[in-house]
């Protein structure tokens, strides 16, 4: 086994979902965001959340051919209402499973590997207003070309709150607006984005694991750690079930993780259930990882591997 702090880290960003949280800063006052009251109705059957105040759904959008239509819902979880500006953003992954924006630290060589789909998506409407626990849906449209090769192109449908006017001009700023001078504040401008996947004529996928292993921190929680590689014309995505000898329920699960095919590999955490008895995660312990799809055929198995704990 393996210990120490370094063991897990980027655990929480070990399983790339479908959703990326973003989070920006702007000037402006400094407000709380309203809980949701216990009559308020939950989110969408399928949405996906981030750390601001609003939901999307699904959680991912696939579209097959050159010109097709489909719809991403923004849902208002809050009891204030808010206002959201929407994007199309290209971002890129890295072998460690993170997703950067090109403007935001993905390099050229990175950036040359991905096949964007910002070029053929038009959607509309492009900014709206929500009531709180209110909902819009947001049409989105495809139009590749007849020149564009068979493939899979990607890119993300990006949502970002839009911070209320408070009506402190940059004259007040600078004159200094109040008897104790210039003072600055700092909302957060809160975003959340899905991938929006463009396949186009005929696409190949083979998924694999390798370098299996078991980590363990210095507060005793454990993970397995393996490197899952893809290869083909295909991104992967589905859910990661870890097993082991003498266990009837998995000991670890991890929903959501994806590989997209910018990435030949990329590395996965995903964290033991704290309960599991330490006897099957001991040196000699038999454990299987399996990743099944949920995406090009859900519920088929991609890829499996048995290792015997070192």
């Given at each position: 086994?393996?210990s120490?702090?370094?063991?897990?880290?980027?655990?929480?960003?070990a399983?790339?979902?479908?959703?990326v949280s973003?989070?920006f800063?702007?000037s402006g006052?400094?407000t709380?965001?309203?809980?949701?009251p216990?009559?308020?109705p939950?989110p969408?059957?399928?949405?996906?959340?981030g750390?601001?105040?609003?939901?999307l759904?699904?959680?991912?959008?696939v579209i097959?051919?050159?010109?097709?239509?489909?719809t991403?819902g923004l849902y208002?979880?809050?009891v204030?209402?808010?206002?959201?500006e929407?994007t199309?953003?290209d971002m890129?992954m890295t072998?460690e499973?993170?997703?950067l924006a090109?403007?935001n630290?993905?390099?050229p060589a990175?950036?040359a590997?991905?096949?964007?789909?910002?070029?053929m998506?038009?959607?509309?409407?492009?900014?709206?207003t929500?009531r709180g626990?209110?909902?819009?849906i947001i049409?989105?449209?495809a139009?590749a070309?007849?020149?564009?090769?068979d493939?899979?192109?990607?890119?993300?449908?990006?949502?970002?709150?839009v911070?209320?006017a408070d009506?402190?001009s940059?004259?007040?700023?600078?004159?200094?607006?109040?008897?104790?001078?210039?003072?600055v504040?700092i909302?957060?401008?809160f975003g959340?984005a899905i991938?929006?996947?463009v396949?186009i004529?005929?696409?190949?996928?083979?998924?694999?694991?390798?370098n299996?292993r078991?980590?363990?921190?210095r507060?005793?929680t454990?993970a397995v750690?393996?490197?899952?590689?893809?290869s083909?014309?295909?991104?992967?995505?589905?859910?990661?079930?870890?097993?082991?000898a003498?266990?009837?329920?998995?000991?670890?699960?991890?929903?959501g993780v994806?590989?997209?095919p910018?990435v030949?590999?990329r590395?996965?955490i995903?964290?033991?259930?704290?309960?599991t008895?330490?006897?099957l995660?001991?040196?000699?312990?038999?454990?299987?990882?399996?990743?099944?799809?949920?995406d090009?055929?859900p519920g088929?198995k991609?890829?499996?591997?048995?290792f015997?704990?070192?």
């Open positions: 086994m393996n120490g702090s370094k063991a897990f880290r980027g655990m929480r960003t399983a790339f979902g479908a959703a973003l989070a800063a702007v006052p400094a709380g965001q309203a809980s949701l216990e009559t308020a939950p969408p059957a399928g949405s996906v959340g750390v601001g105040d609003v939901n759904f699904p959680k991912r959008v097959d051919g050159r010109r097709s239509i489909a991403v208002n979880k809050a204030n209402p808010g206002d959201y929407i199309i953003v890129g072998p499973g993170q997703l090109f403007d630290g993905l390099d990175s950036q590997r991905v096949k964007t789909a910002s070029q998506l038009r959607y509309s409407p492009r900014r709206v929500l626990t209110e909902s819009q049409r989105i449209m139009r070309g007849a020149e564009l090769p493939g899979e192109y990607r890119s993300h449908f990006t949502v970002t709150s911070p209320e009506g402190f940059i004259e007040q700023a600078t004159t200094g607006g109040s008897d104790d001078g210039i003072g504040t909302r957060p401008r959340i991938p929006i996947i396949r004529g005929e696409t190949t996928l083979d998924v694999g694991i390798s299996a078991v980590l363990t921190a507060d005793g454990q750690a393996f490197t899952l590689n893809r083909g014309t295909r991104s992967a995505f589905g859910d990661i079930t870890v097993k082991a003498g266990s009837s329920d998995p000991i670890a699960i991890s929903k994806g590989v997209y910018e030949d590999s590395e996965v995903v964290p033991i259930n704290p309960e008895d330490r006897r995660t001991a040196p000699g312990a038999k454990l299987r990882i399996e990743f099944v799809d949920d090009f055929s088929s991609l890829a499996e591997l048995d015997v704990v070192p």
